[in-house]
């Protein structure tokens, strides 16, 4: 495996992308969202005690009782938001723990993997070799990625009317939106940056049409 060229350091923010192999549609329905939704949020902790598929088959207080003992450690990783599209995700995260994010995309992949070929049996790898990063060098390159991420289904076309990107349920754009956020979601470095949500709801939709057209020319750049 080569080596990464994107050293992961503590405190530090990243852009963490990966697509599907062959860009085959894997996030394809409601269900198949909210379960990478809730791999997100459970593996976030280190050394979770069941998988998965074993916690969701246990009743709600046996659950809680899980999520309380791992809410008592430090997590691998902060989201600070995330997007899924039918064949890629998209991922800010902050680095919080040593190899957190490389240990919490591992987890996260192998979980969801695990789960799509068990219910399409199917067999074999899911995503595109090693994960995508980029590192975060600044607050305003965080702030226009995060724009970038919430954007993604409207500029990539997934959704066709801007306004149903306020409503998309497979990212995290309308959790900023409401007065009690994802409880995994953590914001608070982009809008503590705004007056109000109404502030950065602007700030992400009047860019909407430009990201678009930026999108349709890299494109046809690259046919």
Do not use: W
């Not at 199917?122 to 060098?137: C, D, I, M, N, T």
């Not at 409401?178 to 007056?195: N, Y």
Request: glycine share 2%; net charge positive; proline share 4%.
């Amino acid at each position: 495996m080569p080596r990464r060229k994107t050293i992961f350091a503590i405190g530090e923010y990243y852009h963490i992308f990966n697509r599907s192999l062959y860009k085959r549609p894997i996030f394809v329905n409601n269900p198949d969202c909210k379960r990478a939704i809730t791999a997100l949020s459970y593996y976030r902790y280190p050394n979770p005690p069941h998988r998965l598929s074993y916690y969701l088959s246990f009743g709600v207080d046996k659950r809680e009782d899980i999520l309380t003992k791992l809410a008592k450690k430090d997590k691998l990783v902060e989201i600070i938001s995330y997007c899924f599209m039918p064949n890629h995700y998209h991922l800010l995260l902050k680095q919080n723990l040593e190899n957190g994010i490389s240990n919490f995309i591992r987890l996260f992949q192998n979980s969801y993997t695990r789960y799509f070929n068990t219910k399409y049996r199917s067999a074999g790898y899911l995503f595109e070799g090693q994960f995508k990063s980029k590192y975060v060098e600044d607050e305003n390159y965080l702030l226009h990625l995060n724009r970038y991420i919430h954007l993604n289904p409207y500029s990539s076309h997934v959704i066709k009317d801007l306004n149903e990107i306020i409503t998309y349920p497979y990212s995290s754009f309308s959790a900023y939106l409401k007065e009690s956020i994802d409880s995994f979601v953590s914001p608070e470095i982009i809008t503590s940056q705004f007056k109000n949500k109404v502030e950065y709801r602007n700030f992400v939709l009047d860019y909407a049409d430009h990201q678009k057209e930026l999108q349709r020319i890299k494109h046809l750049v690259l046919e």
